[in-house]
């Protein structure tokens, strides 16, 4: 519910005691103050949408820009109405450069001050929605891995990052797509700035002019805001964008050929500011050649392509995935951190994960629930999810039967273990040496010696140069 809050700070009780009458009236709560320090004592306490304030308190013709300058340092997003019965052009000049959000010369138009206070506290409310929205994201949305994959797109990132570019990230269903285009925007001198998501999917027309663009009454005025008012200046994030109808591909590409939009039923031209990063989980090509997807759309999203890969080939990335939601749990599902059992963690890593990041996130979270026991207790295989644990996807091959060590010398059990245990692990990476080397702590050259000694070149015939590719 938007708040209805708002502070009237005026040297004359008439002035203040009309105002407040007026705004009580339209059913808005009302505090006064009569000089900068009875204000910002106010504001200690009281949190409004707005502040109506008088360019001149007292004698001094400058009190007023110094109580907005303090009140903009305290609450740089609170809306500031400045009011003067000695209004001047200058003086409407410097109280916006200080952060005013609008300027009113007394004696006042009652409905023009309802006005500028409605629109004040509809774009306070935006800014905190948008702020919450971004803690959020920002928290759900962090790209977590080391390998050669997710540090080729952190490189990318930096680059494309302060520039104005266009992104396009694609990716198949479940993977970091909304964490590459929310790091862009954060590493960009965006990042102070509203990051809004906008899903493409299953948006009718209406609905996309209108939440995309905002609507205005007859009037002019504002009767819903878009998507492209709240981000402002900031980054519009359009996920799925190839789920719009061709009719709709034909106004986004409109829209940003021209770089302006208009609200629905809204006569005025207003300019893009915001990038525009876009993401999809189709094969874009295919669409295009299909005729489902505008060409020109496509080379105006496309500027920049990122690529963001299944995390079944980049399995280096799974501990650490896990990891990072184990020890964030209380942020992500409310429920007391806890430690993964390595048996655990292996059989999380060697899983294929169709849904990637977010099935494996979802997995984290239903074990954290089902695992019972004390935080201390580390998460075993039994607490795993029956699809992650059943045979098909076990660590070990069948052929890997401990019965058979029984009657073997230490050093040839030893032998067989340590032959059995790297086919395995060297099957998990997909005959990539580097990446098995990497996860279970052995030196490259050392491994490629010990997998030679063993004659497991021949079993595994993917181990070769061309597939070990180093990342």
Known sequence: MQRQEVLVVDDEQEVRALISDVLRDEGYVVKQASDGLSAMNTLKNFFPSAVLLDLWIGADESAGIEILQKIKEKSPHLPVIIISGHGTIDAAVEATRRGAYDFIEKPFVIDKLLLSVKRAAESCLLVEENLKLRKRIGRDNQLIGKSGDISQIKQMIKKVADTNSRVLVTGPIGVEVEAVAFEVHNCSPRKDLPFVPFNCANVDLGAFEKE??????????????????????????LEEVTDLSIELQSKLVRALQENTYKRMG???????????????????EDLINQGKFNQNLYYRLGVVPIKVSPIKDRREDIEQLVNFYLDNANDFFSLPPKKMSREALALLVSYDWPGNV???????????????????EEISVESLP???????????????NMDRFINLPL???????????????????????????????MERSALHRKLRSMDLTRERRRLDDDVDVEN
């Open 358 to 376: 977010r099935q494996l996130k979802n997995v984290i979270e239903w074990t954290l629930i089902m695992s019972g026991g004390s935080d201390e």
């Open 266 to 284: 809204g006569r005025q031209a207003l300019d893009i500011k915001a990038r525009i990063i876009s993401s999809t989980s189709s094969n874009i």
């Open 386 to 400: 029956p699809d992650i644990k059943s045979p098909k996807h076990d660590v070990f091959d069948e052929s890997v």
């Open 212 to 237: 995309l663009f905002g609507e205005e009454n007859l009037n002019g005025e504002i009767v819903a805001h878009g998507a492209l008012d709240a981000v402002g200046e900031g980054t519009l994030f």
């Open 411 to 441: 050093r040839e059990a030893r032998d067989v273990f340590e032959h059995d245990y790297l086919l395995m692990q060297v099957n998990r990476f997909l005959g990539n040496v580097s990446k098995t080397a990497g996860f279970i702590g």
